[in-house]
């Protein structure tokens, strides 16, 4: 079986099969929206859209 660790909770999430990059999950610890950024490891990130909306506010604080 092939795992993967949540970057928010450090969830290590099951995977059935090698996923493609770019493939979403959700964690079922965390309700965290991530998405396959690596394949050896797998490495999961958190989704892109994720990512963008975290950078804008960012940016709104400043």
């Known amino acids: 079986m092939i795992t993967a660790t949540c970057p928010e909770c450090k969830h ?3 995977l059935i099969s090698l996923p493609e ?3 979403l999950f959700i ?3 965390c309700d965290t929206k991530l998405e396959v950024t690596w394949l050896f490891p797998v490495i999961l990130d958190y989704q892109e859209y ?3 909306l975290a950078s804008d506010e960012d940016e709104n604080l400043k």
């Open 21 to 23: 990059i770019g493939k």
């Open 27 to 29: 964690c079922e610890s």
């Open 50 to 52: 994720e990512k963008q």
């Open 12 to 14: 290590l999430i099951n």
